[in-house]
């Protein structure tokens, strides 16, 4: 690729991130570089489409009302930008950094993903394989109802897609995409998926919801590497609340940081008294997981 080509943000799939670039998700100003690769086999059906090349940056979902409400584009993130595109500047404070910026366009990340405004100097165009191709690779069985309206798709790195359709059933299908192979998994009510910069690799986080029974439910976040497809660096848990004893119900309520070196779980466990509400017993717990080699490991 040209120096033109860089910096013109002409790119092929998965040339759309080099982690190299990134010290830190933190620093919203340090941009992705691009590199190359070949395009995807002929069998691949791609489409131009705009990807976040940046940690987290802004979107607004209104451009004309007063205290305009953000909702973020993430790094990696994959949308279809539509026909507005307005003239609108945006200065103000975003997750505790000043920043500015001017020019947007409007963008979707399905058919059933509500549309905002993002920043052109947050987004590159590329080609990347269309919604309606990877819900083709999906089993019969397993592929969701309308999945290619609700298809959300991530760039995670150099030759990497991501794809899944947010839902509550028991079992969602996943999709990566690595250099031109398709491969599937599942994992229980999948809500948000995003990518993420952890000591300078690329690492897919997904939250999923469990349920044992109806006393008994969790949520997790799975950390997967880009390579080999979908193998995963370990499991970090965020939410149980277990009610099966009838007198006391033991609760893990949990938050997760991620920081440029560590993923920082923050919460409190306690066993309540089912009649009373009264705590019978908490203690807050602090860990901080980091990459050894492959796997993530309590520090």
């Not at 690729?1 to 998700?25: D, K, N, P, Y």
């Not at 059906?45 to 990807?51: D, F, N, Q, S, W």
């Not at 979107?59 to 595109?85: C, F, N």
């Not at 997967?224 to 609760?251: K, M, V, W």
């Amino acid at each position: 690729m040209t120096r033109a080509e860089q910096q013109s943000g002409g790119v092929r799939l998965g040339a759309v991130i080099a982690l190299a670039a990134l010290a830190s998700l933190a620093a919203l100003s340090a941009l992705s570089a691009l590199g190359c690769r070949k395009k995807p086999p002929l069998a691949v059906v791609t489409e131009k489409a705009l990807v976040v090349k940046v940690a987290r940056a802004p979107g607004i979902v209104e451009l004309d009302k007063e205290g305009t409400s953000i909702r973020p584009v993430s790094w990696g993130e994959v949308y279809q930008a539509r026909d507005r595109k307005p003239t609108f500047r945006w200065n103000g404070m975003f997750e505790g950094h000043p920043l500015q910026r001017d020019g947007v366009v409007e963008v979707t990340r399905s058919a059933e993903d509500a549309s905002r405004f993002a920043f052109t100097p947050d987004l590159l165009e590329g080609d990347v394989p269309t919604r309606a191709w990877l819900c083709a690779q999906l089993p019969a069985a397993s592929a969701p109802a309308r999945c290619a309206d609700r298809l959300l798709r991530l760039v995670v790195s150099d030759g990497v897609l991501f794809a899944y359709a947010p839902t509550w059933r028991s079992e969602t299908p996943l999709i990566e995409l690595v250099d031109g192979a398709v491969h599937t998994a599942s994992l229980p009510a999948i809500s948000e998926v995003r990518v993420i910069a952890l000591a300078g690799r690329a690492i897919t986080l997904v939250t999923t919801h469990w349920w044992r029974d109806a006393a008994w439910t969790g949520t997790d976040v799975v950390a997967f590497l880009p390579r080999p497809a979908l193998q995963r660096a370990g499991e970090l848990h965020l939410e149980e609340i277990d009610g099966r004893d009838g007198a006391r119900a033991t609760y893990w309520l949990g938050a997760l940081e991620v920081e440029a070196d560590a993923l920082h779980v923050q919460g409190r466990r306690s066993v309540r008294d089912r009649r009373t509400d009264v705590e019978l017993s908490g203690a807050l717990v602090d860990e901080r997981w980091q990459l050894d080699g492959e796997r993530l490991v309590k520090r």
